[in-house]
């Protein structure tokens, strides 16, 4: 399955982390954007964007 990597950031309810990019494995940038929103479900997407060859694990 494709990885992509989700920039994203949470300054709600107290909690902070600047932007960060956290990779995610899916089928598309859509389903990347849903599995980084439902793993915290209180940040902020600021992007997507799939993974270069080169920073895949093989």
Request: glycine share 2%; aromatic share 12%.
């Amino acid at each position: 399955m494709p990885r992509y990597f989700v920039t994203m950031s949470n300054e709600a309810h107290g909690y902070y982390y600047p932007p960060r990019e956290v990779p995610f494995e899916a089928p598309d940038a859509r389903a990347a954007r849903e599995a980084a929103q439902d793993w915290d479900h209180i940040a902020e997407i600021h992007s997507v964007r799939a993974a270069d060859p080169a920073e895949l694990d093989d």
